[in-house]
């Protein structure tokens, strides 16, 4: 996983654990954010993955869950944060 500086520092501002963006790559859903960017986030179906995933630990990972990332064209983390509102499908 390749993170810009500014999602390094943003991840540490939000506590935001690299476990978390991990999971967030390997499981989230992607959409498209303009300039060949991708918004990565935790839908219904992407929480099912994690769960099956991390088994009995799901519980435990769940409040950490409503977070996305903007990851860049050439699959760079551009930033991450804490998802306070609900993301409108496109």
């Known amino acids: ?29 992607a959409q498209p954010a303009g300039d060949g ?6 839908d219904k179906a992407a ?12 519980g435990l990972l769940d409040e950490h869950l409503d977070v996305y990332a903007v990851v860049g064209s050439d699959n760079t983390v551009v930033t991450v944060a804490h998802r306070i509102e609900r993301i409108q499908r496109h």
Not at 3 to 10: G, M, V, Y
């Open 1 to 29: 996983m390749r993170t810009s500086e500014h999602a390094n520092i943003r991840s540490q501002q939000r506590a935001i654990a690299p476990m978390v963006i991990d999971l967030l790559l390997q499981f989230g859903t």
């Open 37 to 42: 960017a991708s918004k990565v986030f935790f």
């Open 47 to 58: 929480r099912r993955r994690v769960k099956a995933y991390a088994g009995s630990l799901a």
